[in-house]
């Protein structure tokens, strides 16, 4: 079984400034990787994955986020948001080789101050 | 292309009533995956489908089930609806099983009362 911990579950920033949303996993197999955002009232759009490779991925919007397996964590990283990046983020992972199913963490709120 | 689309978008039940939830997902997409999402327990994986077979299911009660058409529309219903029923249920689709890339619909909110 896996399970997904997002060790902020609010990230207050100031406009322009850089921001890295947390997340570390626990799985006895190997997983796949994934950030979403959810703004208000609407589904979950997906930022970026890790499949395989290199294990600094970019994302839409400006996001990246770097896959450490020896620390088990995915942390997500902007060098400068912006106030319309004011979202839910979800971290999630999935079983390699599995079916398509997603266990999610509790998520974090990044509010983008002006 | 379409996105995923689901409907309604908002529902209003009593308790002990049953319920029918419907997605439809991008066109050419043949997985869909079912998710509860709630202020206190998160996003939670309900099931999931693929070509009209149930692939995997999460850990809730006989009182959600699913099913997927032949053209991947996908329907979930919950009966004997109970307060902690409420919730948004987000339907996402992917290509095949393997894709590991999901596209999530708006939702459906689902109140209880």
């Known amino acids: 079984a896996q399970s997904v911990t997002q060790l902020d579950s609010q990230v207050p920033v100031f406009e322009e400034a850089p921001v890295e949303l947390r997340c570390n996993y626990s799985?006895?197999?190997?997983?796949?990787l994934f950030w979403y955002v959810q703004y208000p009232n609407q589904g979950l759009q997906l930022l970026l994955k890790y499949l395989s490779g290199s294990t600094l991925v970019k994302g839409i919007n400006g996001f990246e986020a770097e896959f450490n397996k020896s620390q088990t964590s995915f942390h997500l990283r902007k060098p400068s948001v912006h106030i319309s990046d004011t979202a839910e983020y979800f971290c999630?992972?999935?079983?390699?080789?599995?079916?398509?199913?997603?266990?999610f963490g509790k998520g974090t709120k990044l509010t983008v101050n002006p | 292309k379409a996105g995923v689309t689901q409907t309604p978008r908002y529902l209003i039940k009593t308790r002990g009533q049953q319920v029918t939830l419907s997605c439809s997902p991008i066109s050419g997409h043949r997985s869909v995956s079912w998710y509860q999402q709630t202020p206190g327990q998160g996003l939670q994986f309900l099931f999931e489908?693929?070509?009209?077979?149930?692939?995997n299911k999460g850990n809730f009660p006989g009182r959600f089930s699913g099913r997927q058409f032949s053209n991947s529309r996908s329907e979930m219903n919950v009966s004997t609806l109970e307060l902690g029923d409420s919730a948004l249920y987000l339907c996402a689709s992917a290509m095949d099983s393997t894709s590991y890339e999901q596209y999530f619909g708006p939702g459906t909110r689902l109140t209880v009362t």
């Open positions: 799985s006895s197999v190997s997983v796949y």
């Open positions: 489908y693929f070509s009209e077979t149930q692939r």
């Open positions: 999630a992972v999935s079983e390699q080789g599995g079916s398509e199913k997603l266990v």
